[in-house]
């Protein structure tokens, strides 16, 4: 995405990275502000022994590649994906609760 702004550069001379900027945020904010908010709620409300043991979890249920794409490159299918099925196991065991206690 970059490319162009730095070619412009290159060959003119003229400062174009405030354009750049300014399409990045057209294309990525949203993304970038998720990650962010993401990021805080994993580094910033949890100690560093949760944050480790959370880590050795998610290691042990999905791959590390998939962790670094949901957090830096805005990638959030598979961690969307994981979530749903967490909610629908806890889902289906509530609803397998309430049927036993019938």
Not at 79 to 94: A, C, E, F, P, Q
Request: hydrophobic fraction near 35%.
């Amino acid at each position: 995405m970059a490319i162009p702004f730095i070619d412009e550069f290159i060959k003119t001379g003229k400062n174009s990275f405030d354009k750049y900027r300014r399409t990045w945020k057209k294309q990525h904010l949203l993304k970038w502000q998720v990650c962010e908010l993401s990021s805080k709620r994993v580094y910033g409300k949890y100690t560093d022994k949760q944050i480790e043991d959370r880590m050795k979890y998610y290691h042990k249920v999905t791959e590390l590649d998939g962790v670094v794409d949901s957090l830096f490159n805005f990638k959030f299918r598979k961690l969307i994906l994981r979530i749903i099925m967490v909610y629908h196991l806890k889902l289906k065991d509530k609803l397998g609760l309430m049927k036993k206690e019938r």
